[in-house]
Nanobody
Framework: QVQLVESGGGLVQAGGSLRLSCAAS????????MSWYRQAPGKERESVAT???????KYTDSVKGRFIISRDNTKNTVYLYMKNLKPEDLAVYYC?????????WGQGTQVTVSS
């Protein structure tokens, strides 16, 4: 079955950096577009970044220039490198894949940014 396991979240000071990882299994990873979403307290989930199967990337405006999504098809892993973190980046970050007609979500990893 499809499994997505995020890791790498934690507490960081504003201006700091983190790298999130999402280990994937149960589907043909190298042919799948992968996305990171986040949900801040009291807010709706929002798309952060997407990487296509051929590594084209898209970002929401608020993270452009600060976040980088990448993938390693040899490890079935997608990454989100985040730098210059801001308090408004505080959220639970989720890894998502759309496969055979539905979205699959990981359990999420908490990112806390202190000012």
């Amino acid at each position: 079955q499809v499994q997505l396991v995020e890791s790498g979240g934690g507490l960081v000071q504003a201006g700091g950096s983190l790298r999130l990882s999402c280990a994937a299994s149960g589907f043909p990873f190298r042919r799948a577009a992968m996305s990171w979403y986040r949900q801040a307290p009291g807010k709706e989930r929002e798309s952060v970044a997407t990487i296509s199967a051929d590594s084209n990337t898209k970002y929401t405006d608020s993270v452009k220039g600060r976040f980088i999504i990448s993938r390693d098809n040899t490890k079935n892993t997608v990454y989100l490198y985040m730098k210059n973190l801001k308090p408004e980046d505080l959220a639970v970050y989720y890894c998502i894949v759309h496969y055979i007609g539905r979205d699959y979500w990981g359990q999420g990893t908490q990112v806390t940014v202190s000012s």
